[in-house]
């Protein structure tokens, strides 16, 4: 059974294609050279393109991901045999503590994993395996959403589209912004595939604001450092930057 919306083989096999040339990704590279991070830990790594490229860089990388489909892309790419593969997500760590470069001394967040935890208990939780898999002093960088920019109103506008999906042939994709509780939004968004089948995809993301998320991060043992814009979308999601305190309540 999936796991969730990524979980499905369509959307799987064409998530690559949907996201484009990464430029998001490279802010996080630039950080993992600023920090001199050797080894990485990637929360919810997808198709697995941040956790290859560190690997091909050198970096020890172990990357966990609940979506078996998106595991399997991710598994195919060049240098994936040189990454720790998870199936499952940050909890699920300890139990294959044996086969990971665990503790990291980097952990990320690429392309808004954080705002997948929808409520506090699911968000701590992650945030406290993290701290475990970290080394003392270790950093973890993820990206969220501003929740002022309101970008669900951005979205609502972009009803409906077409896309090539090589293979499979021009698919009609048709988005609607379907609740907006604050602090979280879902949306769903049909693709309709040239052959008549229709892929269904429902999403719900929380907009954290930035007190909530500090609060957060103390609470689970980390030291807010900062959040700063994203590079490639200024004004809209904040790079958060943390560190790990020795334990929680702690300053070292
Ligand atoms: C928008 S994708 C981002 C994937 C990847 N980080 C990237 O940069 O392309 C969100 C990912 O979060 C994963 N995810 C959902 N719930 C999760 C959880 N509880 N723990 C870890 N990952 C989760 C999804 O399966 C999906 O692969």
Known sequence: MAVNEFDHPFIAATYDQVEGSREDL???????????ARSVLDIGAGTGTFAVRMAAQGLSVTAVEPAGEMLEVAQDKPHAEKVHWVHGTAADLSEHAAQTHLPADLAVMTANVAQVFLTDEDWLGTLRAVHENLTPGGHLVFETRIPERRAWEDWARQAESTWEAPGV?????????TEVDLP???????????????VPSTSTLIFRPLEQIQQTLAEA?????????????PG??????????????TEG
């Open 169 to 177: 042939g021009t698919v009609r994709e048709v988005f609607e912004v």
């Open 236 to 249: 809209r999601e904040w790079v958060v930057i943390a560190r790990r305190l020795a334990s929680p309540g």
């Open 26 to 36: 490279d802010q996080y590279v630039g950080i993992a050279r600023a920090l001199g």
């Open 221 to 233: 043992g980390f030291e807010f450092l900062e959040a700063r814009d994203a590079p490639d979308r």
């Open 184 to 198: 979280r939004v879902t949306f769903r968004s049909d693709s309709h595939l040239p052959d008549g089948t229709v």
